[in-house]
C-alpha cells in the first residue's frame, strides 16, 4: 500500500497565498489549526515561513533591503518562527515590525534586484 501524500504542500501553498496578500495573521492561524490537527509537522511546517517572508520582502522592497535587514537582524528567522508558535496576534506583530524596518532600509540602498 502505497504511503499516503504529505499534506505540508497545500498548507505551504496557502501559506504563500496569504503572505502574497499580507494577510500576516491568517498565516499564523492557518499555522496553528494545521499543526494542532498534525502536531509531529510542526518543524516542518513552520521551517520554510521566514524563507517565504524574505522572498515576499525581497519582492516588495528589492533583495538588497532585505538582505541588509537579515544581516543586521541575524536571529530574525528564529524571531520569526518563536512569534509563530506563540500566537497569531504575536507573529503578525512582529512580521509588521520586520516590514517596516525593511521598507525604511529600502529608502537608503540601491536596489539590486
Not at 41 to 68: D, M, Q, R
Request: net charge neutral.
Amino acid at each position: 500500500m502505497p504511503a499516503p501524500h504529505s499534506l505540508l504542500p497545500p498548507l505551504l501553498a496557502q501559506i504563500d497565498a496569504l503572505i502574497a496578500a499580507e494577510k500576516y495573521q491568517e498565516v499564523a492561524e492557518t499555522y496553528a489549526a494545521f499543526v494542532k490537527e498534525h502536531a509531529t509537522t510542526s518543524y516542518l511546517a513552520s521551517e520554510p515561513i521566514p524563507f517565504k517572508l524574505s522572498v515576499a520582502f525581497s519582492n516588495k522592497y528589492g533583495s538588497s533591503a532585505t538582505t541588509t535587514f537579515t544581516l543586521r537582524n541575524t536571529t530574525w528567522a528564529s524571531d520569526v518562527k518563536g512569534a509563530l508558535k506563540a500566537g497569531p496576534a504575536d507573529f503578525a506583530a512582529l512580521v509588521a515590525k520586520y516590514e517596516a524596518e525593511v521598507a525604511e532600509i529600502a529608502k537608503s540602498v540601491k536596489k539590486v534586484a
